[in-house]
């Protein structure tokens, strides 16, 4: 049996140790990350935790948003550019298969009915990362289930041998020097504000909606450990040019906002993305989440680094009329 529950003050003390002990676990999983989310959503969050016995099974960090008496569940939240969250689960290695399973789909099971008890969703919505793999106990309470993609590179076999693997383009584009024009360095506030304004106006000049704020990216990057947000800017000739924000958790950096086409001779990004590369290879880090091969112009780009394809699930439940209301608000939004 695993008694799943709303996690309690005691609970969310252990949160954080949970997150990071679990292979699902991201930045946007840790205790600090669900505060800022809710405020930037505007939604409710409700933390799930379950035990088998005194033994933590797994978490889901689930987002509420009533409105005219329809109440829609998220993990993750809408309207943010959060790829990834979901259940995250421990203590799994050391069983063998059958008790694996089956205490994963205790799990969820107990998560979905805790939640329909108190919450009575009209509709849910769940995104997973792609370490999430087994999301059969979704497709049997009745969730439609969809496959989703991202890039991952490999960052093992380190910089010298990557670099060999890259397209022509992005070998050549790295390896032209041009040193002495252009400096990529690590920033703070003021660095996240100038990324997240160049992606923005991108996205207006293509008459585009962005709805991640200044403000959510800045108080995530304050209230995260130091270290897990970290802002990548290149400036050329002395002025800024472009940059990532990229997010660290366990083994995985993260390529999360920015690489806004830059109005520059220079392959900002390209640049951009190899010192991401180098700099996390340094520090032991063994991925690198291109977040994201769903859009056919942005993996076009994003395959030059020579990743490798992953799944990952999308599950939705509810009404008809709720679901194609999602979609138009995804549309519009995001």
Not at 90 to 112: P, S
Not at 283 to 306: H, M, P, Q
């Given at each position: ?10 609970d969310m003390e252990r949160w954080d ?14 205790r600090a990350a669900l505060d800022v ?25 689930v987002f509420e948003l009533s409105k ?267």
């Amino acid at each position: 049996m695993v008694d799943v529950r709303f996690a309690d003050d005691d609970d969310m003390e252990r949160w954080d140790d949970i997150v990071t002990r679990s292979p699902q676990g991201t930045p946007f999983h840790r205790r600090a990350a669900l505060d800022v989310m809710a405020e930037h959503s505007g939604t409710t969050l409700h933390p799930l935790v379950g035990y088998k016995g005194q033994e933590p099974v797994g978490l889901l960090p689930v987002f509420e948003l009533s409105k005219g008496g329809l109440t829609a569940l998220f993990s993750p939240p809408p309207r943010l550019k959060v790829s990834y969250q979901g259940p995250v689960l421990v203590n799994l290695e050391k069983l063998k298969r059958r008790k694996r399973e089956g205490r994963t789909t205790r799990f969820v099971d107990g998560c979905l009915e805790t939640l329909e008890e108190d919450l009575s969703p009209n509709y849910t919505h769940v995104r997973c990362g792609s370490r999430y793999i087994d999301t059969r106990a979704f497709a049997w309470n009745g969730f439609d289930v969809r496959s989703r993609y991202t890039y991952v590179v490999d960052l093992t076999p380190g910089p010298d041998a990557l670099i060999d693997e890259f397209s022509s383009d992005a070998r050549r584009n790295v390896r032209n020097g041009h040193d002495d024009r252009y400096e990529i360095s690590e920033g703070g506030a003021e660095t996240v504000e100038r990324i997240v304004e160049q992606v923005r106006a991108r996205h207006e000049a293509q008459d585009e909606p962005y709805p991640v704020s200044t403000a959510f990216v800045t108080d995530l990057w304050r209230a995260l450990p130091e270290g897990t947000v970290r802002p990548y800017a290149c400036t050329v000739d002395g002025e800024f040019a472009g940059g990532m924000i990229t997010l660290e958790s366990g083994d995985t950096v993260y390529r999360w906002q920015g690489g806004a086409k830059p109005e520059s001779d220079l392959p900002v990004n390209d640049l951009v993305d190899w010192r991401i590369i180098r700099d996390a290879a340094e520090r032991g880090l063994t991925r690198y989440d291109l977040v994201g091969a769903n859009e056919r112009s942005i993996s076009r780009y994003k395959a030059k680094f020579a990743p490798h394809l992953e799944p990952y699930a999308e599950m939705e439940s509810g009404t008809l009329l709720m679901r194609a209301a999602r979609r138009l608000a995804t549309t519009v939004r995001r």
